[in-house]
């Protein structure tokens, strides 16, 4: 398996993996002590991913107290968490006796958040193609909300934000430049004691040149000037 997720690096593919759930206590474990494979080998294409619920609190089972969690941890062997509490999804026909049709069902466990993560990462090489398989691991997991549960539990201290990641930084605010327009009548010298010259200054989001304006009468709009 290691073998094969090194491929994986050495042909560009990112290798998503879930952190676990615990042992038969189901109570999560610290992979940091107690490695969980395939999530903990060390290669730099793995993306280990804990589980949260849908407050940002550390995912647990129906019938588990608050603060007790199933899903795995580990300060520097996992990297972000991800949703794995209550996550609908599918059945196989004949997965149980009590599904003898394919059903769709809610489900628990870092096997859950990590599809969520796997997802994320297929819309970032869509919107980033541009971007090698490691910098998509890198925005990924720069751009995850900070938790404070997860403070010193992920590597990250953080969970999934996709929004983030596929827009890591705000849209430039336009800048306002200051326009000098002048708008006179060329008929106004003949039909008036005074020509009518008027000037305005405006604000456009977008640099103008050559922004002398001329209005000629009969016009609801301004003509621009003609490039010299």
Do not use: C
Not at 67 to 80: E, I, K, P, R
């Amino acid at each position: 398996m290691e073998l094969a997720i090194s491929r994986a690096n050495s042909a560009g593919v990112l290798f998503v993996a879930a952190a676990g759930n615990g042992g038969p206590d189901l109570l999560g474990d610290d992979n940091d002590q107690q490695p969980h494979f395939p999530s903990s080998y060390t290669a730099e294409n793995i993306i280990a991913v804990a589980a949260t619920g849908p407050n940002d609190e550390w995912a647990r089972l129906p019938n588990q107290p608050s603060g007790v969690s199933f899903s795995n941890f580990g300060a520097t062997s996992v990297d972000l968490a991800a949703p794995g509490e209550a996550i609908l999804s599918t059945i196989p026909r004949g997965a149980s006796a009590g599904s003898p049709q394919s059903v769709y069902a809610r489900q628990f466990g870092t096997s859950m958040a990590t599809p969520i993560v796997t997802g994320a990462v297929a819309l970032m090489r869509a919107e980033f193609p541009s971007m090698n398989h490691l910098e998509i691991r890198e925005l990924l997991l720069e751009t995850v909300d900070p938790v404070p549960r997860l403070a010193g539990k992920v590597a990250t201290g953080g969970r999934l934000n996709l929004l983030r990641a596929l827009r890591p930084t705000p849209p430039p605010t336009p800048s306002e430049t200051e326009v000098a327009v002048t708008a006179t009548d060329d008929l106004a010298a003949e039909d008036l004691e005074e020509p009518a010259l008027e000037t305005m200054e405006i604000s456009t989001a977008e640099a103008m040149e050559n922004a002398k304006m001329y209005f000629r009468p009969g016009l609801s709009s301004f003509e621009q000037e003609p490039d010299k």
